[in-house]
């Protein structure tokens, strides 16, 4: 059973736009919640995070969005550039038992110039 | 500062037989955290150590097994491999295991044949 899902494969975006990456979750027992970027032959890397207090985090170009009531986040990226091409990973924790990072699937951005 | 190092990069081994992966954490680090990546299965968590102790499992078999020494550094077995578990493992490291920012290394690549 998939706790944490990313929907969506692949992303192509233009340059200079926006890119909107979705993850939904269903343990509602998760309350922290992270994104990372990968590129090939590397290990993830940690982008951003956000706390089930917020609703809201922002880092730069970089926005993660939640919505507790629907279990969904979502991490806009504006403006896109071509080097954030790599797959986009969420996160969510359980902080009150395990130390353990669940996983999407991941969503392959490309950003087209 | 050096980030989280794991050797070896590559392995090929064969089914039946046992394999040790090394990773060494950022300094000062002392949570190191185990994950396997495959095609068909995304991020999955092994486990977590802190100072020497396995804090938390995933859920996989017996045959996969860890230790962390006194200098935070860690090491996980695989015994009687199968072909199932050709996969990327990455070793993840943190100052405690309460960031959830945890810092990747590039993974070891390892193939069952």
């Known amino acids: 059973d998939q706790q944490v899902k990313q929907n969506s494969p692949s992303l192509s975006v233009q340059e200079g736009r926006i890119s909107i990456l979705n993850c939904d979750y269903t343990?509602?027992?998760?309350?922290?919640f992270l994104w990372y970027k990968k590129y090939p032959a590397e290990g993830p890397t940690f982008l951003i995070s956000?706390?089930?207090?917020?609703d809201k985090n922002e880092d730069g170009r970089f926005t993660v969005f939640l919505n507790k009531s629907a279990k969904h986040l979502s991490l806009h990226i504006v403006p896109s550039q071509p080097g954030d091409s790599a797959v986009y990973f969420c996160a969510a924790v359980n902080s009150g038992s395990a130390r353990q990072l669940t996983f999407g699937s991941g969503t392959q951005l490309t950003v087209l110039p | 500062k050096a980030g989280v190092t794991q050797t070896p990069r590559y392995l090929i081994k064969t089914r039946g037989q046992q394999v040790t992966l090394s990773c060494s954490p950022i300094?000062?680090?002392?949570?190191v955290s185990w994950y396997q990546q495959t095609p068909g299965q995304g991020l999955q968590f092994l486990f977590e150590?802190?100072?020497?102790?396995?804090?938390n499992k995933g859920n996989f078999p017996g045959r996969f097994s860890g230790r962390q020494f006194s200098n935070s550094r860690s090491e996980m077995n695989v015994s009687t491999l199968e072909l199932g578990d050709s996969a990327l493992y990455l070793c993840?490291?943190?100052?405690?295991?309460?960031?959830?920012?945890?810092?990747f290394g590039s993974g070891t690549r390892l193939t069952v044949v």
């Open positions: 150590y802190f100072s020497e102790t396995q804090r």
């Open positions: 956000i706390s089930s207090i917020k």
């Open positions: 343990n509602s027992m998760f309350d922290y």
């Open positions: 300094s000062g680090h002392r949570s």
């Open positions: 993840a490291s943190s100052p405690d295991g309460v960031n959830y920012g945890y810092t």
